[in-house]
C-alpha cells in the first residue's frame, strides 16, 4: 500500500528533547522527551495507516514478516527540470534506518504486528517527483512437522 505523507517532513527516531533534572539526592539526570513535532508526525502516520489497519500479525513463533519501505523524497529546488522526471538514488540525510524507527513503531502501536522483532525490514530512499511512502508487507508461516 502507499501513504500519500512526504517522507521529507517525518522526523527521525533522533529527534528526541532532553532536559536536565535534579533528583532527590542532588544529582542532575537527563529526562528524555517527545518534541511537539514527533508527536504531530505520530498523528500524521496514524492518520495515513488507518485504513490498513486489520492487517495484524500475530507472533505465534512461527512467523515472520518482510516489510520493505520505500521512501520517494521530492526533488530538492535546485535539480534540473530534465532530471525532474526521473526516479534517483538519494544518498543524503536522513539515514533509512533512522527515519524507518518512527513509522514502524506506528505500525506496531496500530496492531500491524505484536511486535517489531518478528519483522525483517529492508529500506530504499529515492527522490521523485511526487513524495510518497510505498509499504510492501509479507506474511511467511512455517509449518511445523508433527511427528
Known amino acids: 500500500f502507499t501513504l500519500g505523507i512526504n517522507p521529507a ?4 527516531a533522533q529527534e528526541k ?11 542532575m539526570i ?16 496514524d492518520l495515513a495507516l488507518k ?5 495484524g500479525v500475530k507472533n505465534d513463533g512461527d512467523t515472520a514478516i518482510d516489510l520493505e519501505i520505500t521512501y520517494f523524497f521530492p ?22 534506518d533512522n527515519i524507518s524507527k518512527a513509522l514502524v513503531d506506528r505500525m506496531t502501536a496500530n496492531g500491524f504486528w505484536d511486535d517489531d522483532s518478528m519483522v525483517n525490514f529492508r529500506f530504499r530512499k ?3 517527483k511526487k513524495p510518497h511512502i510505498k509499504i510492501k508487507i509479507e506474511v511467511w508461516r512455517q509449518e511445523r512437522e508433527t511427528v
Open 126 to 128: 529515492y527522490r521523485w
Open 17 to 27: 528533547g532532553v532536559r536536565l533534572i535534579r533528583s532527590k539526592s542532588g544529582k
Open 51 to 55: 485504513p490498513y489497519k486489520g492487517f
Open 75 to 96: 526533488h530538492t529546488s535546485g535539480t534540473p527540470k530534465w532530471k525532474l522526471g526521473q526516479l534517483t538514488f538519494m544518498t543524503q540525510r536522513p539515514d533509512a
Open 9 to 12: 517532513e517525518l522526523t527521525t
Open 30 to 45: 537527563p529526562m528524555f522527551y517527545k518534541k511537539a513535532r514527533s508527536v504531530q508526525n505520530e498523528k500524521l502516520i
